[in-house]
């Protein structure tokens, strides 16, 4: 049984960075693809980004192209979301989970979404 579990959110001001980690739990981490979502308040949750399971292999939302670097750690189970010049639309609860990856989307597998993480970007 996958259990993934969210960490590094803050309140950052605008152009700032922030680091989330993605904890892995469970077996065979190397088999699967991971993504980012994220939900503003009232909106649905949305994709952020994903990496294909080899590594090799990214996709992102393109209102974060270019700003956010997502990656893995093997030897830690770990998935991380590099994320720099922060906007204040980036504010929103940002979660991780196991994706599918579809003729280049990310179909996320997580059924319980824990708490996830926040992310606050002031002005």
């Known amino acids: 049984q996958v259990q993934l579990e969210e960490s590094g959110g803050g309140l950052v001001q605008a152009g700032g960075s922030l680091r989330l980690s993605c904890k892995f739990s469970?077996?065979?981490?190397?088999?699967?693809?991971f993504g980012w979502f994220r939900q503003a308040p009232g909106r649905e949750r949305e994709f952020v980004a994903a990496?294909?399971?080899?590594?090799?292999?990214?996709i992102y939302a393109d209102a974060v192209k270019s700003r956010f670097t997502i990656s893995r750690d093997g030897t830690n189970n770990m998935v991380y979301l590099q994320m720099n010049s922060l906007k204040p639309e980036d504010t929103a609860i940002y979660y991780c989970?196991?994706?599918?990856?579809?003729?280049?989307?990310?179909?996320?597998?997580?059924?319980?979404w824990g708490q996830g993480t926040q992310v606050t970007v002031s002005s």
């Open positions: 989970s196991e994706v599918a990856l579809v003729a280049g989307t990310a179909i996320p597998s997580r059924r319980d």
């Open positions: 469970g077996r065979a981490f190397s088999r699967y693809s």
């Open positions: 990496l294909h399971f080899s590594g090799a292999g990214s």
